[in-house]
């Protein structure tokens, strides 16, 4: 019933940028506190950017600036947007809803040097 769909992931260049979706079905994401991890391989899986029910956002130090997290109400959907992107933000990118730990498949983002 419940279930968190990523897309937007793929290959691009260090500088470049990419926009990740995350939809959402069984409940609404204007009710809940939403994030996006990310996972590098053969590494711990860290939180990277997160936003409230009532809409505050808060970020990691290492993408501060350079990420955004958002929501679109309507359609259902949380948004990560990549900017300035480095080698070292690849990973598969995760979408996950607070309280009730659900989690998204992910989605594979690589940034080539």
């Known amino acids: 019933q419940v279930q968190l769909v990523e897309s937007g992931g793929g290959l691009v260049q260090a500088g470049g940028s990419l926009r990740l979706s995350c939809a959402a079905s069984g409940f609404r994401v204007v009710l809940n506190s939403m994030d996006w991890y990310r996972q590098a391989p053969g590494k711990q899986r860290e939180l990277v950017a997160g936003i409230s029910s009532g809409g505050i956002t808060n970020y990691a130090d290492s993408v501060k600036g350079r990420f955004t997290i958002s929501r679109d109400n309507a359609r259902n959907t949380i948004y990560l947007q990549l900017n300035s992107l480095k080698p070292e933000d690849t990973a598969v990118y995760y979408c996950?809803?607070?309280?009730?730990?659900?989690w998204g498949q992910g989605t594979q983002v690589t940034v080539s040097s």
């Open positions: 996950h809803r607070l309280l009730y730990d659900n």
